[in-house]
């Protein structure tokens, strides 16, 4: 049951030393073949290696080769994270046959074969930090990998361009924001230290007469005039009722 890649695992084998048939035998698996993968330190790296190399027969980790068939395609990991994620496959999946197989649950059928794993557990996801993922894009051997790695790449500049960009315009309207509440603030001050502006003198009305001539016609009639300043109303209105005339406010 060794091959090139399991040397290094081999010599720490629960089976290394009994009879390999029992591992190759024909029909149903032996329950001690199937505990003895169970209680094996190495059951991962041996599951992993024949997945690794497709060994289409035989018990390999303590599964058959349909339950092997059902485990998902790994993820292209380093060899022992994607021991790590078999072993936390085979716990669970210990797990989900000690449920099936209690007294508590339906019977289940006896022959591995004929018993497909209803819900094999698939890995937990791997998440690769982003720069990570790109690297491994980059240096993969498939062209479309290599070519979806360069596209994300480019992506993520742009994005990380933009996001720069937003953040700069927003502390820059937040500083826009806070200098004109700040102008207001100088601009309010200042109106109140100012010394307050003089009134401004209200605007003369002017005349609604030609004072020179009313002056000339008060002279002549007998009506005493200030040579400056308003003629009194009383003598424009004279002026007024002898020439005719009317004023601005006269109807
Ligand atoms: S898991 Fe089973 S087949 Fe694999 S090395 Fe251990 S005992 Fe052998």
Same mark, same amino acid.
């Given at each position: 049951?060794?091959?090139?890649?399991?040397?290094?695992?081999?010599?720490?084998?629960?089976?290394?030393?009994?009879?390999?048939?029992?591992?190759?035998?024909?029909?149903?698996?032996?329950?001690?073949?199937?505990?003895?993968?169970?209680?094996?330190?190495?059951?991962?790296?041996?599951?992993?290696?024949?997945?690794?190399?497709?060994?289409?027969?035989?018990?390999?980790?303590?599964?058959?080769?349909?339950?092997?068939?059902?485990?998902?395609?790994?993820?292209?990991?380093?060899?022992?994270?994607?021991?790590?994620?078999?072993?936390?496959?085979?716990?669970?999946?210990?797990?989900?046959?000690?449920?099936?197989?209690?007294?508590?649950?339906?019977? *289940?059928?006896?022959?591995?074969?004929?018993?497909?794993?209803?819900?094999?557990?698939?890995?937990?996801?791997?998440?690769?930090?982003?720069?990570?993922?790109?690297?491994?894009?980059?240096?993969?051997?498939?062209?479309?990998?290599?070519?979806?790695?360069?596209?994300?790449?480019?992506?993520?500049?742009?994005?990380?361009?933009?996001?720069?960009?937003?953040?700069?315009?927003?502390?820059?309207?937040?500083?826009?924001?806070?200098?004109?509440?700040?102008?207001?603030?100088?601009?309010?001050?200042?109106?109140?230290?100012?010394?307050?502006?003089?009134?401004?003198?209200?605007?003369?009305?002017?005349?609604?007469?030609?004072?020179?001539?009313?002056?000339?016609?008060?002279?002549?009639?007998?009506?005493?005039?200030?040579?400056?300043?308003? *003629?009194?109303?009383?003598?424009?209105?004279?002026?007024?009722?002898?020439?005719?005339?009317?004023?601005?406010?006269?109807?």
């Amino acid at each position: 049951m060794t091959t090139a890649s399991s040397a290094d695992w081999w010599a720490r084998a629960a089976c290394s030393g009994k009879d390999s048939n029992r591992w190759f035998a024909m029909g149903t698996p032996s329950p001690t073949v199937l505990d003895t993968c169970r209680g094996c330190p190495v059951r991962a790296e041996c599951l992993h290696d024949s997945l690794t190399n497709e060994t289409p027969n035989g018990i390999w980790g303590g599964l058959t080769p349909m339950q092997r068939r059902q485990i998902p395609a790994l993820p292209r990991l380093p060899r022992a994270e994607a021991i790590g994620l078999l072993r936390t496959l085979l716990t669970r999946l210990d797990t989900e046959l000690a449920e099936r197989t209690s007294p508590m649950a339906q019977p *289940v059928p006896t022959t591995p074969d004929d018993a497909p794993l209803k819900a094999v557990p698939t890995p937990a996801p791997v998440v690769l930090p982003v720069d990570k993922l790109l690297d491994w894009g980059d240096s993969h051997v498939d062209p479309d990998v290599q070519a979806q790695a360069a596209r994300a790449r480019a992506a993520l500049t742009g994005l990380r361009n933009r996001y720069a960009s937003d953040l700069e315009l927003n502390q820059i309207t937040d500083e826009e924001e806070k200098l004109a509440a700040r102008l207001t603030e100088l601009r309010t001050r200042k109106a109140e230290l100012l010394p307050a502006k003089a009134k401004t003198k209200s605007k003369r009305t002017p005349s609604d007469y030609p004072a020179a001539e009313v002056r000339a016609w008060a002279k002549t009639n007998g009506h005493e005039v200030s040579p400056t300043g308003r *003629v009194p109303k009383a003598v424009v209105d004279a002026w007024r009722s002898a020439t005719g005339q009317t004023g601005a406010g006269d109807s």
